[in-house]
């Protein structure tokens, strides 16, 4: 079955620092993924979408990169905030380009 | 403000009964989604349509349906709720994007309570 795994369920990091999430997915061949940020009680936010043939993306703070052969996409906040602070997602989509989501990993930023 | 306008923010009912979420996706989006969020679990796909027509199934239980109307507004309806059917219910749109990318805007959530 078609599996989304984001590793740490928690993320504790001194501001500052950069932050590294991963997400790994089975019985899937995504032409692209996305990763998206929720804060408690409200609505994921869209950050960045990176393409199968795309190695690397950027945005400010933000990078992704995407590895089809290890099946794995890691998500990085370099110089961290506290405002940082939030649950990120990491969204696959499926056969009929409906989206579905990881777990999520919480990130808690430390000033 | 993501565009995505879901009613009503927050319901309380008693289990047994029936409830209608509503969805008016983001102006030229086509496509509509629905997820459930508990405090146990993460973002459960439920289901997708586009233009009107069902597109895609996640787990959405059989006491649960949607649809989307022609003016592309969509509603959720959930019928004999138990207490397990307590949770954030969001609602999420899209352009129909193909291999190019399809970005979800999601809306701010239904928090349903069964008591």
């Known amino acids: 079955s078609q599996k989304i795994e984001q590793n740490s369920e928690a993320l504790n990091i001194q501001e500052g620092k950069t932050a590294t999430l991963t997400c790994n997915y089975t019985n899937y061949s995504p032409a692209y993924l996305q990763w998206y940020r929720q804060d408690p009680g409200r609505g994921p936010v869209f950050l960045l979408l990176i393409r199968e043939n795309e190695k690397e993306k950027r945005k400010e703070r933000l990078k992704v990169t995407f590895d089809t052969t290890l099946k794995q996409s890691l998500f990085h906040i370099t110089a961290s905030q506290p405002a940082d602070s939030a649950t990120y997602l990491c969204?696959?989509?499926?056969?009929?380009?409906?989206?579905?989501f990881g777990a999520g990993t919480r990130l808690t930023v430390k000033p | 403000d993501s565009g995505v306008t879901q009613t009503p923010k927050h319901l309380i009912t008693a289990t047994g009964q029936r409830v209608t979420l509503r969805c008016s996706p983001r102006s030229g989006d086509l496509s509509v989604y629905w997820y459930q969020q508990s405090l146990d679990q993460g973002l459960q796909f439920l289901i997708q349509?586009?233009?009107?027509?069902?597109?895609a199934k996640g787990n959405i239980l059989e006491r649960f349906s949607a649809q989307q109307f022609p003016d592309l507004h969509s509603e959720l309806n959930l019928s004999s709720l138990e207490l397990g059917d307590s949770a954030l219910y969001f609602c999420?749109?899209?352009?129909?994007?193909?291999?190019?990318?399809?970005?979800?805007?999601f809306g701010e959530g239904s928090w349903l309570t069964v008591v």
């Open positions: 969204a696959l989509a499926g056969n009929n380009n409906d989206m579905r």
């Open positions: 349509y586009y233009n009107g027509e069902e597109r």
């Open positions: 999420a749109s899209s352009v129909w994007g193909g291999i190019s990318g399809n970005t979800i805007y």
